[in-house]
């Protein structure tokens, strides 16, 4: 069975894993097969966000786990980092979630870090008209930085925050980066540059005005997401080992 890690998006990305597993083997060992790896990972989420000055809210539990893996489906559906804005609602649409929870998701980016074979291209890839316009220089001293971390080519797994301002809190400083163009990702920029109709930007100057508003839009999405695909009963199980199903 090849995991969902190997997949193009998850490869040599993905981390944290162990913490799972740690979690994961003291439930067993107090509450054999009862919580699954599904829910913990949902409650960890939620946990992390607010240990880093995010919101709180109830996680809905009693999924199942997995009887296989998904690394077609892995490939397929994550958005990619440079995913222009039509792929991004069209990727969001086909789990069920709309523009206001691409948006508010999206926020979750004000925490983490990213390889640099995720903004390659966007650091390096400036058009004039960006040159051009900058006329603080902000957006090219932002590009210059990330270019000392992330060449043309080599050193793909070099990290940068997708958060330059307030790295390790969870914060609604994200929307006003990518107000500034100085989001990481080129998925994240296009939420404003790419947006002709201008719902989604009127959402990105909410939410970069108000963390309360963004707050109380992330943990609503999250709920949202949280109940997607849910294996119930017979169509899945309670992993003894989040790594493994069942033998």
């Known amino acids: 069975m090849i995991s969902e890690k190997q997949a193009g998006p998850n490869v040599n990305s993905l981390r944290g894993f162990e913490v799972i597993d740690r979690i994961k083997y003291q439930l067993e060992a107090a ?10 990972l949902a409650i ?24 296989k893996a998904s690394f077609d489906g892995a490939n397929q559906l994550i958005p990619a980092p440079n ?14 979630l709309d523009i206001g ?3 508010a998701l999206s926020g979750s980016h004000t925490m983490g870090k990213a390889r640099c074979s995720s903004f390659r291209q966007q650091i390096h890839d400036a ?24 060449p043309r080519s080599g050193k793909d797994n070099r990290l940068a925050p ?28 296009v939420l404003v540059k790419e ?15 108000n963390q309360e508003l963004f707050f109380a839009s992330f943990a609503n999405s999250m709920l949202r997401m949280g109940n997607t695909n849910v294996l119930y009963g017979n169509e899945g199980e309670i992993r003894r080992n989040c790594r493994f199903v069942n033998t």
């Open 162 to 189: 997708l958060d330059f301002q307030t790295p390790a809190r969870f914060d609604n400083n994200y929307f006003i980066n990518i107000l500034e163009g100085r989001g990481l990702l080129g998925s994240d920029n």
């Open 101 to 103: 929870d691409l948006v």
């Open 195 to 209: 947006d002709h109709e201008g719902e989604i930007r009127k959402l990105v100057w909410a939410y970069a005005s």
């Open 44 to 67: 960890a989420a939620r946990d992390a966000v607010a240990m880093r000055g995010g919101p709180c809210w109830e996680v809905y539990l009693g999924r199942k786990d997995s009887l």
């Open 83 to 96: 995913s222009s804005l039509e792929t991004l609602i069209s990727n969001f649409k086909q789990q069920g």
């Open 31 to 40: 509450c054999p097969l009862t919580v699954s790896c599904a829910d913990i």
């Open 127 to 150: 058009s004039a008209e960006e040159e051009q316009y900058d006329k603080y220089e902000r957006y090219t001293t932002f590009r210059r930085i990330l270019r000392s971390i992330c």
